[in-house]
């Protein structure tokens, strides 16, 4: 669940938040109303801020432009990495993204407040001020790793200028493609859709990583976290396959509290899916068995039973691999490019 503070400054502005969060509900939401709540008495907006910065998908601040922008400012890591943040005047009138338009999605959620608020969404970003497609919020919508984000100006600045953007696809793209965007022509910036992030087909490259790849593990107990690591990027390497296509980990049930699995899914922001030995033993496919498996937890494979069962049914792409008491394989749920 994502999660998103918003900040007030007056009685009126802590009412315009209190709208402002029941229009979240995909969010969990904390209200910080510093003129109306007691217990915020002497704090520091810089305080909040930082924190925010750090373990927030969303800040929302009611009041005067020039005060976001000042308690965000020392925090800035680059566009990333920076949450969303949001600015809206405290009568509920103008709902302004400022940071993380697209990656972040502010631009989408200032939208989506405003409908909600009946208010004007003010958004500044040149693409969408002038309807050119956006690469950035192209991938974020379709669940693509950005690897290097500084190229996104490359590709805006030559779409603005109404210069043709190359695309190169590892999987199939359907749709009808923006203009300007072209998949024959040669081109001085372009993106790449694929886990191939050596490829260099631009000037300015950028790659895009679908994240539809599932990692199934299994593991002995109590084995530490970098264990885990080193089998997952054996398994990866061998695969020739990032880290960032990786979207979900599986495994068996009684591996759920498993502390170097968990520490390895926190580390990575990865959700943890665990299925009973039964759900792994009615996988459909062809699967690498274990008599030992069988007999320790109930079913003859962990890892690519879990793998393909994470993936919806997908495509086992790497077989078991074995390290140091771990076994990780890979699975891939069904994609399109689609525009």
Known sequence: MNRAKLVSFTAVGAQTAARAA??????????YARTVDPSLAGTE???FAQQAMVDCDLIVFVGAAG???RAVAPYLVGKAFDPAVIVMDEAGKFVIPILSGHLGGA????QRLAAGLGAQAVVTTATDGRGVFAVDTWAKENGCAVLEPEQIKYISGALLRGETVGLRSAFPVEG???PHISMDATAESGFCIGYD???QPFAHTLHLVPRVVHLGVGCRHLVPPEKIEAAVQAVLQSAGIPLSAVCAVGTVDIKRDEPGLLAFCQKYGLPLHAFAAAE???AKGTFTASDFVQRTVGVDNVCERAA???SDSGRLICRKTALDGVTAALAEQSWRAVF
Do not use: K
């Not at 029941?22 to 209200?31: G, H, M, N, P, T």
């Not at 631009?107 to 200032?110: P, R």
């Open 280 to 282: 792994l033993a009615a």
């Open 67 to 69: 005060i976001a922008v």
């Open 45 to 47: 907006l810089t305080r």
């Open 107 to 110: 631009n989408a959620l200032a």
């Open 22 to 31: 029941a229009l979240l509900s995909d969010f969990v939401c904390e209200r």
């Open 176 to 178: 009808r493609l923006p």
């Open 197 to 199: 992030t050596a490829a």
């Open 308 to 310: 393909v069962l994470s």
